[in-house]
């Protein structure tokens, strides 16, 4: 089956510094990729996406690079703000079937 | 702002025991999704669902689960004959469209199966 998997289970930053959240993805036929955001108690928030004819997307303070060739996808936090701790899962999919990250705990310290 | 709503917030049952999830998409969305995540694991995906038929499932999607659009609004999960380790939160999604389109998820239901 399809394996995405994310290189750091918990990261640490100083509120204002910016973060990075890297994902490992093995089926090169995946061609659309998520970002979404998980706080406790909570469901999935989406938070920016990339198709696989991109290889960078920008949003509010968000950015997602998407590397084909490793099958790497990261996500940027600029100025990363207390609100903006919780897990994030990266997911891939491949024919409207989606499979999801582990997940990296942000944890953003004031 | 629109948003997906599941009901229950909780639900304890016994094994053997048939449940029913309920949610209810964005009104204007046609794709509907349900997800689980076992305590401590990654979201997975269950199936997803789109004029009143099953699209994609996976394998975890076996004969104890089925999915219904019963009304306008409602989309249920039903697991037949729940076991232990059917213990999750289970989330219900919904989009505009599929195929790389933003999914919206509810708050999830936790099921805890005794």
């Known amino acids: 089956g399809e394996s995405v998997g994310l290189h750091l289970p918990t990261l640490s930053v100083q509120e204002g510094d910016n973060s990075i959240i890297n994902c490992a993805y093995s089926?090169?036929?995946?061609?659309?990729f998520i970002w979404y955001k998980q706080e406790s108690g909570k469901g999935p928030q989406f938070i920016i996406d990339i198709r696989s004819n991109m290889d960078k997307r920008q949003g509010q303070r968000v950015t997602v690079l998407l590397n084909k060739t490793v099958k790497h996808l990261s996500l940027q936090i600029a100025a990363t703000q207390p609100g903006d701790s919780a897990v994030y899962f990266c997911?891939?999919?491949?024919?409207?079937?989606?499979?999801f990250g582990s997940g990296t705990k942000l944890n953003v310290k004031p | 702002e629109p948003e997906v709503t599941q009901t229950p917030s909780h639900q304890v049952t016994q094994m053997g025991q048939e449940v029913i999830l309920r949610c209810v998409p964005i009104?204007?969305?046609?794709?509907f999704y349900w997800y689980r995540q076992i305590l401590g694991q990654k979201v997975e995906f269950l199936v997803s669902?789109?004029?009143?038929?099953?699209?994609?499932k996976s394998e975890i999607f076996d004969d104890q689960f089925s999915v219904e659009r019963p009304d306008g609004s409602n989309f249920t999960l039903k697991i037949r004959s729940t076991k232990l380790e059917d213990s999750a939160m289970y989330f219900c999604?919904?989009?505009?469209?599929?195929?790389?389109?933003?999914?919206?998820f509810g708050p999830g239901t936790r099921l805890l199966v005794l």
């Open positions: 997911a891939e999919s491949n024919f409207n079937k989606f499979y």
């Open positions: 999604a919904s989009s505009e469209v599929p195929y790389q389109e933003t999914q919206y």
């Open positions: 669902f789109y004029n009143n038929e099953i699209s994609e």
């Open positions: 009104s204007n969305h046609l794709y």
């Open positions: 089926n090169s036929a995946s061609d659309y």
